[in-house]
């Protein structure tokens, strides 16, 4: 009774297949160091709202007002792997644990891959009991106020966290979301749409997963970008692929398996977004910030790495290091301008500006190895140019 309710809550009838668990994450447990440490870091937020079915599978909206726009086009903040810790190790001061970083998420859309749960459901369905490299992500449904309050409006479930606890979990993340005014992204059977002026935007989300619109069938992820491009003014593609850690800072333009999962071919997947109607392409599952690249006019980010956990990730190296991407699209949805503020996850992985300006310096690095004359460059201050 409690699983129908909350589905019914979220408007959600999904087929689930189980993912495996061993899946790479690393965190470091409470009391162990973070690491080594180096460490910068805008536009206002729009709302989210309710839900409308469409007539034809794949074709539901989750419909959300957003921003006011312009005719300087439509702004966008994204941020790869945002949590806040595992109930019941949570931050202490959970309503300030974002203000370092708030001015960097303003945008008409603020939009975070959500990776993992907000539920009181406490059995996971993705660890066995004796499990000691298998990690399930919840925190209380009550943190999805405090992402909207830091400024998100839309975040992504399509990723491995997303069912760490079953159905339920699934459900009850989906209804606090809406509850507190932030678009679910990646759900089965429904493109999410926030109106930004008299403008639509789409988002949709894909994952190598069974509870989310799937990464590796190039065939229906084109014909559901396709749906969401005659319903959208700008359409905006977020994809969980690839390996993981730091050894997995490159596009390869190959499958990629991981821990023996097939985590896609994240270039031939974005590439395939882009000509079957995306504007912008926003990247994460391998836990570190890969290149960026123009193609056909639209910007690609491959991977944003990891935005914040309190106690979730690990924080040696790369791993800390991560961005903000700022991009504002034409109202055609071309490239119009762009900026990565640097952020690093500091002491228990709270994300703080990082004056020094690591995370942009590794896209710009990563963006010329892996893409070469369509790579983005990225100057000393973090604008991005063509």
Do not use: W
């Amino acid at each position: 009774m409690r699983r129908a309710a909350l589905l019914a809550a979220a408007g959600l009838t999904v087929t689930i297949v189980l993912a495996g668990c061993f899946d790479g994450t690393v965190r470091n447990p409470p009391g162990e160091g973070a690491g080594k440490q180096r460490g910068s870091g805008a536009q206002g937020g729009g709302k989210a709202g309710g839900t409308a079915n469409g007539g034809k599978p794949g074709a539901g909206e989750n419909k959300g007002g957003g921003g006011g726009g312009s005719d300087d086009g439509i702004s966008f903040a994204a941020v790869g792997d945002t949590a806040m810790g595992i109930t019941p190790t949570l931050p202490p001061e959970p309503t300030t644990y974002f203000d370092p970083i708030d001015a960097e998420l303003k945008g008409d859309v603020v939009f975070g891959n959500l990776e993992g749960t907000l539920t009181d459901v406490s059995e996971d369905v993705k660890c066995g009991p004796d499990s000691d490299e298998c990690f399930a992500f919840r925190a209380p449904p009550e943190y999805a106020e405090y992402l909207r309050a830091a400024g998100f409006t839309a975040m992504s479930l399509a990723n491995n966290h997303s069912y760490d606890f079953g159905e339920a979990g699934q459900g009850e993340t989906i209804a606090a979301l809406h509850r507190a005014g932030i678009e679910p992204v990646g759900v089965p059977g429904r493109i999410a749409f926030i109106k930004v002026g008299g403008r639509k935007v789409a988002l949709l989300g894909f994952a190598p997963y069974g509870y989310a619109p799937s990464l590796t069938d190039l065939d229906a992820a084109r014909a559901l970008i396709r749906s969401a491009r005659k319903r959208a003014d700008i359409v905006v593609v977020a994809n969980h692929a690839g390996g993981e850690g730091a050894d997995a800072l490159h596009v390869t333009g190959e499958t990629e398996i991981y821990l023996g999962e097939d985590r896609g071919n994240a270039e031939e997947f974005a590439q395939m977004a882009v000509e079957a109607g995306a504007d912008l392409v926003l990247g994460s599952g391998p836990h570190v910030l890969r290149g960026m690249e123009i193609y056909r006019g639209r910007l690609i980010a491959y991977s944003l790495g990891n935005f914040s956990g309190f106690h979730n990730f690990g924080l040696e190296g790369v791993l800390s290091e991560t961005v903000v991407l700022h991009a504002t699209l034409a109202p055609d949805g071309a490239f119009r301008s762009g900026r990565l503020a640097s952020v690093r996850m500091v002491e228990a992985g709270q994300p703080v500006p990082d004056p020094e300006g690591a995370g942009a310096a590794l896209v710009a690095e990563l963006s010329k190895e892996d893409f070469g004359r369509n790579g983005v460059e990225v100057s000393s201050g973090g604008d991005l140019r063509r």
